[in-house]
């Protein structure tokens, strides 16, 4: 993947991101959940309501100068990580307690609201993607979210040595 970025000029990936993901016509990847989860494939559905309570809950809230849906896939990834930073945070400080909470919240949102879509919106890069990149950032998207181990327990001891 380095490779395939490193080699296309610019203009290139910018020209091949808009035709993909942002238009100006119909998007040939949409990076929106609820065109995947939805049955009437519309934005701004249950599904997108039912993101932003997960955000609610992890006590976020969306900055009034965010432009764009709240189930948009890079707004999803960042909630992950949040999710699993404040997982970390809670075992670093031996609160195993916060720690689980955190981590249900990541397996409820990767269940529900994130894997169920990724493999469709891979689906759809591979296909449209004229540049190798997307490919196979479609194809790293798709592995790492499908293949996520789902832990059933937590450590005993966190170690913050590494």
């Given at each position: 993947m380095?490779?395939?970025?490193?080699?296309?000029?610019?203009?290139?990936?910018?020209?091949?991101?808009?035709?993909?993901?942002?238009?100006?016509?119909?998007?040939?990847?949409?990076?929106?959940?609820?065109?995947?989860?939805e049955?009437?494939?519309?934005?701004?559905?249950?599904?997108?309501?039912?993101?932003?309570?997960?955000?609610?809950?992890?006590?976020?809230?969306?900055?009034?100068?965010?432009?764009?849906?709240?189930?948009?896939?890079?707004?999803?990834?960042?909630?992950?990580?949040?999710?699993?930073?404040?997982?970390?945070?809670?075992?670093?400080?031996?609160?195993?307690?916060?720690?689980?909470?955190?981590?249900?919240?990541?397996?409820?949102?990767h269940?529900?609201?994130?894997?169920?879509?990724?493999?469709?919106?891979?689906?759809r890069?591979?296909?449209?993607?004229?540049?190798?990149?997307?490919?196979?950032?479609?194809?790293?998207l798709?592995?790492?979210?499908?293949?996520?181990?789902?832990?059933?327990?937590?450590?005993?001891?966190?170690?913050?040595?590494?």
């Amino acid at each position: 993947m380095a490779r395939a970025l490193s080699q296309a000029p610019e203009e290139e990936l910018a020209v091949a991101h808009a035709k993909l993901f942002v238009g100006p016509f119909e998007l040939q990847a949409p990076p929106y959940g609820s065109l995947y989860l939805e049955s009437q494939k519309r934005m701004m559905g249950e599904s997108t309501m039912e993101v932003l309570k997960m955000y609610q809950k992890a006590g976020l809230v969306l900055s009034t100068s965010f432009q764009d849906a709240p189930d948009h896939i890079a707004v999803e990834l960042e909630f992950m990580y949040f999710l699993i930073a404040k997982e970390l945070q809670a075992l670093r400080k031996g609160d195993r307690k916060e720690a689980f909470r955190y981590l249900e919240m990541q397996q409820e949102f990767h269940d529900k609201y994130l894997r169920p879509w990724i493999e469709p919106f891979g689906d759809r890069i591979k296909t449209a993607s004229e540049h190798e990149f997307y490919t196979l950032l479609a194809k790293s998207l798709s592995t790492f979210i499908t293949k996520r181990p789902v832990p059933g327990t937590l450590p005993e001891k966190f170690d913050t040595e590494v």
